[in-house]
């Protein structure tokens, strides 16, 4: 199964892509949109569609993880992630793709086993689960991967739990 991990942000939008293989995890692609700081920000969002979509086109994933939205005090960074986050899950629903979510503190928990884990114990995670020698960056990239690490740990919890409690 191919996973498509997304980081949402109007400015650098992190993407991971892993393929699971029998419960081994494989590192197939990472990397970032980024969209031009001068332009529009409906251009913003059109350049981030479009790029989107040829990622999806290229790399043809089974699912996509989204990390949900999370801000604290700066409402106007809030707008523009949420408006960004609006676009990736339209062209993921275009593609007819499966869309999970999670929070900043489910991806670290299935990442480290501890919610409150800082970005470099995480960031160690995911080398150490993809057998990476060094670790991601950009950050975006890291955290893109951590999503779709944490999409392949949530959907095989699952599945054990289904097959426990459909056992006699």
């Known amino acids: 199964m191919r996973v498509l991990g997304i980081d949402p942000g109007i400015a650098i939008t992190g993407y ?3 393929d699971n293989q029998d419960q081994e995890l494989e ?3 990472y990397g970032v949109i ?7 920000p409906a251009e913003r969002l059109m350049h981030l569609h479009q790029q989107l979509n040829e990622l999806l086109v290229s790399f043809s994933p089974d699912v996509a993880a989204v990390e949900q939205l999370f801000f604290g005090n700066n409402s106007r960074t809030a707008i523009s992630v949420g408006q960004a ?3 990736i899950l339209l062209t993921l629903a275009e593609h007819q793709l ?4 999670y929070t900043p503190m489910q991806i670290k928990q299935a990442i480290s086993g501890y919610g409150q884990a800082d970005k470099s114990q995480v960031q160690h995670m995911i080398a150490l689960l993809l057998g990476l020698s060094t670790t991601v960056k950009p950050d975006d990239a890291a955290d893109a991967l951590a999503i779709a690490i944490c999409y392949h740990h949530s959907a095989r919890w699952e599945a054990i739990t289904r097959s426990e409690e459909a056992a006699p």
């Open 16 to 18: 991971g892509i892993i």
């Open 27 to 29: 590192l197939v692609q």
């Open 34 to 40: 980024t969209t031009p700081a001068n332009q529009q």
């Open 85 to 87: 986050r609006g676009v």
């Open 98 to 101: 499966p869309i999970f979510e």
